[in-house]
């Protein structure tokens, strides 16, 4: 299955629904209130758009209709960070990897863990 393209802010309402679905549309909008000022008609845009990408699904489920992700969050956040790597480094890992430990903000306990992950990687 191919994985949709989801937009910024689609993203902020597949969270929602990655977090508990199903939900309705008022759900949904009460949930992104508190960290956005959408006009519910846009968020009903963005909901409507994610079903024709067939990002979420829906059931009628008396007289409201709940939706619910068709794509797991993994496969999304897989995909976009591909899309990124292509875009931005030309497939390149290396080359990210550089400038994100060139210019990132990194903790002691963050090193630890990226060369514990390296070293993983090295015994596979």
């Given at each position: 299955m191919r994985v949709p393209h989801i937009s910024d802010a689609e993203w902020d309402v597949m969270r929602i629904v990655w977090l508990q679905s199903p939900l309705t549309s008022a759900e949904i909008i009460e949930q992104l209130s508190s960290g956005k000022t959408w006009n519910p008609k846009t968020v009903r845009t963005l909901i409507s758009r994610l079903v024709q990408k067939k990002a979420l699904g829906c059931n009628k489920d008396s007289k409201e209709y709940k939706y619910f992700p068709l794509v797991e969050e993994s496969e999304c956040v897989k995909a976009e960070s591909l899309s990124f790597l292509n875009r931005i480094f030309g497939g390149s890992?290396?080359?990210?990897?550089?400038?994100?430990?060139?210019?990132?903000?990194?903790?002691?306990e963050d090193i630890l863990d990226l060369k514990a992950m390296i070293k993983e990687k090295e015994q596979k």
């Open positions: 890992l290396k080359p990210m990897m550089a400038h994100f430990i060139e210019n990132g903000k990194l903790t002691p």
